[in-house]
C-alpha cells in the first residue's frame, strides 16, 4: 500500500508539473499579447481540491520551477490548519517557501484562528469583520477588501458605490494594511462578458492607489489585459 501511494503522488506530480509548465507557457504568452510584464503579475494557486500530501509537493514544484516562494490560498480555515500543519510536521524545509493566504469567506468566530495561520487575508468583504480583525490581530495584516462589482446576490463583498467609504475607514485602523481591491466576475461561457466588471474594478483601485486580484482559471487571460495585479488559478491545475 506505501508503494502504491508513492507511485501515485510520484505520478501526480508529473501530471501536475506538466499542467504548471503549460499554465507558464499560456501565462507568458498571454502577459506579451496584452503588453504587460509578467513578473508584475502575481499568481495564487487556490490549493482546496487537494491534500496537505499533495501541497508540500506542489510548493516544491513552484520552488523549483520560480526559485520563489509559492503563494498558497485557502477556503476554510480548519482545513487549512491541517495542510499547514502537515507542512509544519515535515520540518524546517519549508520555512519561507510558501505564503499562507485565507480566499474564502472569514466567519467572525474564525477570525484568531486564521490569524494564527494566515499571513495574510484576502476575502474581507464587510466593514464588521474588518474591525474585527483589526482589534483581534496582534500584528499588521495584509488584506484585499472584496468588493461585489457584479452586483449578484450569490457572490460577497461590498458595493462599488460604499467603496470609498469603507476603504477610508480601514485605512485608519492600526493592524490592517490594505494592499487591494478583489472580485469574482459573474461566470459566462463568454470569458469576454467579464471584462466590464475587471474594468470597474481596475478604475476603482486606481482611483484610491490600490492593487487589483481578480481573475480565476476560467477567466485570468482577460483579467490580466484589463491591468489584473493578482489572479488567482485552481481548477486550471488541481483538477
Request: glycine letters at 8%.
Amino acid at each position: 500500500m506505501v508503494k502504491e501511494a508513492q507511485t501515485s503522488i510520484l505520478d501526480w506530480e508529473e501530471e501536475t508539473g506538466k499542467k504548471l509548465d503549460l499554465f507558464n507557457d499560456e501565462f507568458e504568452k498571454a502577459a506579451v499579447n496584452c503588453g504587460r510584464d509578467r513578473a508584475k503579475i502575481e499568481v495564487l494557486f487556490a490549493t482546496k481540491y487537494i491534500s496537505g500530501e499533495k501541497l508540500a509537493v506542489f510548493i516544491s514544484l513552484i520552488n523549483k520551477k520560480k526559485k520563489a516562494a509559492a503563494i498558497i490560498g485557502e477556503n476554510r480555515v480548519q482545513e487549512a490548519f491541517m495542510k499547514f500543519g502537515y507542512l509544519s510536521s515535515l520540518g524546517a524545509g519549508f520555512d519561507g517557501k510558501y505564503t499562507p493566504v485565507m480566499i474564502g469567506t472569514l466567519q467572525k468566530n474564525k477570525i484568531n484562528k486564521a490569524l494564527s495561520i494566515f499571513d495574510e487575508i484576502h476575502s474581507l468583504d464587510n466593514l464588521a469583520t474588518a474591525e474585527a480583525v483589526n482589534y483581534r490581530a496582534v500584528k499588521v495584516v495584509p488584506i484585499y477588501l472584496q468588493v461585489n462589482v457584479s452586483g449578484e446576490k450569490t457572490k460577497q463583498g461590498i458595493i462599488p458605490d460604499q467603496a470609498g467609504e469603507v476603504i477610508e475607514k480601514i485605512r485608519k485602523m492600526d493592524n490592517l494594511n490594505l494592499k487591494g481591491l478583489m472580485t469574482m466576475a459573474p461566470y459566462s461561457d463568454n470569458p469576454e462578458d467579464v471584462r466590464p466588471h475587471f474594468g470597474r474594478l481596475k478604475q476603482l483601485a486606481q482611483k484610491y492607489d490600490l492593487l487589483t486580484s481578480m481573475g480565476m482559471s476560467n477567466d485570468w487571460k482577460e483579467a490580466i489585459s484589463e491591468g489584473s495585479d493578482m489572479i488567482r488559478i485552481g481548477s486550471a491545475i488541481f483538477k
